[in-house]
């Protein structure tokens, strides 16, 4: 009798953590150094977490043992509200605020709270793949809309509205965006809420990385665009305050919560079936959101994450054959291979090629929902003298490799 995953989990994918990192780890147990460009955690690159962070849960540990209440401790929350007050959003209170273990947790919940079996949600492509693979548990369809590369990468309106269906509920919009590094317009997220105002639709406003902009690049909060527009908003500590292993983020509701009665009840019910999210790391939320941002010393001129964008930026278009988009904020950089010079066929087998001769691991393409093998991922955070040798590396492996 064997025990087999439940179908519900036939149709679920998520790559950033596939196969691939199983061969990784073996290669690592092998005794191989790999050099994992796979994930966005930076501390794994030398970032430490803000020391008023660490001096606050350490601070508040002796009394955080016990569970919270559902949505988050109160003065997390309070922070979470004004934060959002300052980006100019209208009209949130702190039980608009529900806290997480992580953002992954609450676009998990939000999801689950809305889609029922059959239900259409607008995903970007390429996506970060947590939102396909969730739509996918809840029974629901991600429906793709394609962010078009010679644009920037910012969304096609006119896919995105062709895909609405009378099956849709909500568009998901991650600004900036993972993979592709792009940042949106105020006119382009008009463009979005506009749909969404007229087709009655849920914007899931995934806004992890608002802080992570290079250049001029500013980030206009979805939500402060549309006080009449349901937006739920999503951030977190795991990216700009560095601290993904603490697990602490939040999402925020506004707009015209009235007409969302009972879609926030089945939110709140969720909320309370996880009990509460870990509470000590909700105790960073005031000191990270209140603090000195320091990830302005990061991504400003001369900051650390801004040269390694622009030499990984430089580095990956120096390859024949090879270009990438500059990203305006994130973590990441979304490479497109030319398929004239480099015909790949099967886009996993070429990052376990790579692995498997040059012990790196990037993440491919069509692991963010990219319909085409011819893209991969590959982060920016590790240190210039290790991107250069990284990208250097892939140059060497692409220059021989044929599928
Ligand atoms: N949203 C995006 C766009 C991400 O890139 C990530 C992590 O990489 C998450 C959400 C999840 O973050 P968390 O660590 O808060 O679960």
């Given at each position: 009798m064997e025990f087999k995953q439940s179908s519900k989990l036939s149709g679920v994918c998520y790559e950033i953590r596939g196969p691939v990192v199983e061969r990784a780890k073996a290669l690592e147990e092998a005794g191989h150094s790999v050099m994992r460009l796979n994930t966005g955690n930076p501390a794994l690159f030398g970032f430490e977490a803000p020391p008023e962070i660490l001096q606050d849960i350490i601070l508040q540990l002796p009394s955080a043992h016990g569970y919270s209440d559902s949505r988050g401790i109160l003065p997390a929350r309070r922070a979470v509200?004004?934060?959002?007050?300052?980006?100019?959003?209208?009209?949130?209170e702190v039980d608009d605020v529900y806290l997480g273990n992580g953002v992954?947790?609450?676009?998990?919940?939000?999801v689950q709270a809305l889609v029922d079996d059959g239900d259409e949600v607008l995903v970007p492509a390429p996506d970060f793949p947590l939102w396909t693979a969730v739509v996918t548990l809840a029974g629901g369809k991600a429906v793709h809309y394609v962010c078009d590369e010679?644009?920037?990468?910012?969304?096609?309106?006119?896919?995105m509205a062709a895909k609405i269906t009378d099956r849709t509920k909500a568009i998901v919009l991650i600004n900036p965006n993972n993979p592709t590094g792009a940042v949106y317009s105020h006119e382009l997220i008009e463009g979005v809420l506009d749909l969404a105002r007229r087709h009655h639709l849920i914007v899931f406003a995934d806004e992890i990385y608002d802080k992570i902009l290079y250049d001029d690049a500013v980030h206009h909060?979805?939500?402060a665009l549309a006080p009449d527009?349901?937006?739920?908003?999503?951030s977190g500590l795991s990216k700009a305050y560095r601290v993904a292993g603490f697990r602490s983020g939040w999402l925020v509701v506004s707009g015209p919560k009235q007409h969302a009665a009972s879609y926030l009840e089945g939110l709140t019910m969720l909320a309370s079936m996880r009990l509460c999210p870990n509470v000590p790391a909700q105790h960073a939320v005031q000191a990270a959101l209140g603090g000195k941002q320091s990830i302005n010393d990061l991504v400003l001129p001369g900051g650390r994450l801004r040269e390694q964008r622009d030499r990984a930026w430089e580095l990956l278009n120096e390859i024949p054959g090879v270009t990438c988009v500059k990203p305006k904020g994130a973590l990441y950089a979304f490479p497109r291979l030319d398929p004239a010079v480099h015909p790949i066929h099967d886009d996993e087998k070429f990052?376990?090629?790579?692995?498997?001769?040059?012990k790196i691991q990037v993440v491919q393409g069509t692991g963010f929902n990219w319909p085409k093998p011819d893209h991969f991922?590959?982060?920016?955070?590790?240190?210039?003298?290790?991107?250069?040798?990284?990208?250097g590396r892939?140059?060497?492996?692409?220059?021989g490799y044929r599928q």
């Open positions: 509200v004004q934060y959002y007050q300052s980006r100019g959003v209208e009209g949130v992954s947790e609450l676009v998990s919940m939000a010679s644009a920037d990468w910012y969304p096609d309106l006119d896919d909060c979805a939500a527009v349901l937006c739920v908003t999503f990052v376990l090629d790579l692995l498997l001769r040059e991922r590959i982060l920016t955070l590790p240190a210039v003298d290790d991107l250069e040798a990284a990208i892939i140059a060497r492996f692409l220059e």
